[in-house]
DNA sequence: CTGAAAGCGCTTACAG
DNA sequence: CTGAAAGCGCTTACAG
């Protein structure tokens, strides 16, 4: 049987009482009662029961991550940045990928109702901002990562989009290039519009083709445009899948990178590397936003009120030879 | 205040003990005492407390995931599928990414101890298998993804890495390729000795370049090689990263692929589909493996007893440019 | 078919 | 500085 509190306060000679002040190191506890309970505790390898002090206590030490599906690009950067955040806490990081639809989400509701944990964290709602904003109004501690310019009511860590969409029109600009074909991902993403006006502001251009943030989509972007004799003379792709597809049908149809024309991206996915040639991107810190979303909701958990503005963190061009400095 | 079990029986006029059987439906209550209490239940959206269920029962229906970083390129593909089952089957899944180190080990082990869940799946545990035993040897259900061919003491979920190995091979052969460059991973993965072991069985080699499961490693692997003069018709990679990094070093030295040298990857991961030309591999099911571990913790949770031998999933070869059909 | 009571393993006023 | 007791919100023999 595993050692419980009760044991080690009979094996020590004290009350629980006392077992459980030492165990929170409150103050008011003889030093030398102290150290036998420590003693005690060791011998046993006590550890107190999560679930009966997250009873008593009312809380659980625990955060609840909500993803779209596990498998987007960048997904692991962020879920590593919040993951050792929150375990470095000593909090615990429980993962509810709404992948399975409304099954999905009413299994999560479900787990809010029940107090599985303390606070959630959550990426690209899609569909369920209602239900995290009701949930929000009820109490529960909730931050945005990427809030996809809907601004909603409450804390939330982006980046940004929008400057990020104008360093790479001022880069194309600087290499004299004027005529930009923008291949955008679905626009009723915040980001794509952000992106999307940033960059327009610096170089205005009516060659603007919506798709998806895949490789196929860059693809026949690309194809398309050509098809239709449009004349381009660099591609802003608003995330470097696409990117890596519009490589593709640039070099499939003659076209040489950069010389013909220079390819930007965006998020600096490890592929953007690796492509050829490799892709100058406007590096998004997914990372940094998952340790700072975290930190951020384990502030709040510690009583202090979050900031009602965004935290906003900046974009990076990584120039590489897909558009070169001039 | 939120509702708890004793405000459902007062306002249904039964005990808490009536209730607690309508909830878990346990037989034997009157149809229309049960009735009355579910309205009840509805009305005040009476969800219990999972922590005070978990206590009592002396289980918190969480199962944990230990994995190495989350960035490697198809942890997200396991840990879609690991989520999917897991929360299908109503239980939480509680993320330790052992990112940290020593630090991340301690919490770990903390939360073991602390009961904070029923069972764990592990991917790779690097240097912590010992641990890992020792846990389940004092009764943790543990249910190890891809067991690095050391075939420890528990149940495990793997892929056949060496008949996966043999069908590169094979293919290769077929195609009239005789002279192969195998670029592994680290040589201490049962893995890369399967890959390697079920290669050789078939297209017997010496010219063995041992490397990381980079891209990076890939294109050293094939620069080295030609540099050293060594003669081959066609490149095994042990990963798509690999595969990927040898492809570029072949096109950055005048290589044709296939046409000079074929090349086979092993994942099939998404990029696979996106190199120039697209890659063929050896595809690991890897969210089927992660669904079929959490199906087995799941049902081993139920109490029946796992499987001692590892369940073993088929890899496929996936046909592509790099490497087509003779 | 139903309920009073004990128990799960902690914390926390309260009293001394 | 320390402890007895109540309480967190459930489940589960046990008795009827």
Redesign the interface.
């Known amino acids: 049987m ?1 050692a419980t509190i009760a044991d080690v306060a009979r094996q020590a000679g004290v009350s629980k009482t006392t077992v459980s002040r030492v165990l929170n190191t409150r103050a008011d506890v003889d030093a030398s009662t102290a150290a036998r309970v420590r003693e005690v505790i060791d011998a046993l ?1 006590y ?9 008593a206590r009312g809380s ?1 030490r ?1 955060i609840a991550m909500l993803t779209p ?5 960048w ?3 962020v ?2 940045g919040v ?2 955040t929150v ?2 806490a ?1 909090y ?6 709404c ?2 639809g409304a ?2 989400v009413r ?1 999560f509701t ?2 809010v ?4 944990f303390d606070g959630l964290l959550v990426i690209e709602p899609e569909n369920t901002l209602g239900t995290i904003a009701e949930m929000y109004r009820k109490g529960l501690p909730v931050v945005l990562i990427d809030d996809r310019g809907r601004h909603p009511a409450f804390p939330s860590v982006a980046t940004t989009n929008r400057e990020g969409g104008a360093s790479a029109a001022r880069h194309l600009l600087d290499s004299g290039r004027t005529k930009p074909l923008v291949l955008t991902g679905r626009r009723d993403f915040g980001c794509v519009r952000d992106r999307l006006a940033g960059f327009s502001g610096v170089l205005p251009t009516d060659l603007v083709v919506e798709g998806e943030f895949t ?1 196929e989509s860059g693809r026949h972007g690309v194809e398309r445009a050509l098809a239709q004799g449009r004349d381009f003379d660099c591609v802003f792709a608003h995330n470097d899948l696409i990117a ?2 519009a490589l ?1 049908a640039l ?1 499939e149809t003659g076209r040489t990178v950069p010389d013909d024309i220079a390819v930007v991206g965006f998020d600096d996915l ?2 953007a ?2 492509t ?1 040639p490799p892709l100058t991107t406007v590096r998004q810190p997914m990372r940094q936003m998952g340790e700072t979303a975290a930190r951020l909701l384990l502030t709040g958990l510690g009583g202090e009120t979050l900031p009602a503005v965004p935290v906003v963190l900046p974009t990076e061009l990584v120039v590489r030879r897909s558009a070169p400095c001039p």
């Open positions: 595993r390898g550890v107190p029961s999560s679930g009966a002090v997250g009873l659980s625990t599906p596990l498998t987007w690009p997904m692991g950067e879920l590593q993951a050792d375990e470095a000593g615990g990081l429980l993962l509810f990928s992948n399975r099954d999905s299994h479900g787990q109702s029940a107090r599985a490789e890596a597809g593709r070099r490890p592929i590397r690796h050829e």
